[in-house]
């Protein structure tokens, strides 16, 4: 097991990584980032390769995390357009994994999502598997606390279930983050004894919950004011450790 962080590659940022005892990073491929699949040079990928690789530092996944199914036509079908480059960055680069989300239509129930996941990852799978790559799905629900809107239907398993059976491509997987599972009451543990051979990366973040926030506010968390901080009042995202999940467990 290789331990790192989601970031975007910058040389300093590489030398940070090394000196804390990293081993990995799963680097940012956004088109705003550093490793935009658009424009970045074999060349560029050849000084990033072997910085890292001088570290000791191999690179887990490419992260790229939009919302495939907004309605917007064009802002979807340039997601979808650039996802298709980034599985070639990818292949280029020699990283085997790439994360991402499904996305969600607002307002649309989850079963009503599925058939446009469906069209759209069954041809995102066939052209990974062409490069001998996998696609992990991250299980954040991207939920909106105030308006109560999703967006990213991948959060559950029994969710997930029915994503693999109407894309039932092996190079279809999960990226794991149980600090969501933990909020959402669902058992992580239980999710990976049921899909581990799906698990292609782990997010390792925890999670900590504050049960006098939570029974004032109920479950779907503060409602009224600024939410500050990573979460939504009763719960809050921490540095693995600092939280309930059980990592000997997982």
């Known amino acids: 097991m290789r331990l790192g962080f989601y970031t975007n590659y910058t040389e300093s940022i590489a030398e940070f990584a090394h000196e ?91 079963n009503e999502c599925i058939e446009p996941f469906a069209e759209i990852f069954t041809k995102f799978t066939a052209r990974a598997t062409e490069l001998g790559i996998r696609i992990g799905i991250e299980n954040c629900p991207m939920v909106d606390y105030q308006t109560r809107l999703g967006g990213n239907i991948a959060y559950s398993p029994e969710i997930w279930e029915e994503m693999f059976r109407v894309v039932p491509s092996p190079a279809l997987g999960i990226e794991l983050d149980p600090s969501h599972m933990v909020f959402l009451g669902i058992d992580y543990v239980q999710a990976v004894r049921d899909f581990g051979e799906r698990i292609f990366h782990v997010h390792g973040k925890d999670v900590d919950i504050n049960e006098a926030k939570r029974a004032r506010q109920g479950m779907f968390g503060q409602a009224i004011g600024k939410i500050e901080g990573f979460g939504n009042g009763w719960w809050r995202f921490r540095a693995p450790g600092f939280g309930l999940v059980k990592w000997p467990d997982l």
């Open 20 to 110: 804390i005892g990293c081993t990995s990073l799963e680097l940012s491929a956004w088109p705003t980032s550093s490793l935009n699949a658009d424009t970045v040079t074999d060349e560029r990928i050849g000084a990033i390769r072997k910085d890292l690789d001088g570290k000791n530092i191999q690179i887990s996944a490419l992260g790229y995390y939009p919302n495939y199914l907004l309605p917007d036509k064009e802002y979807a079908d340039e997601a979808k357009r650039y996802f298709g480059k980034l599985l070639e960055l990818a292949d280029r680069m020699d990283v085997r994994t790439v994360c991402t989300f499904v996305g969600q239509i607002p307002g649309v129930t989850v």
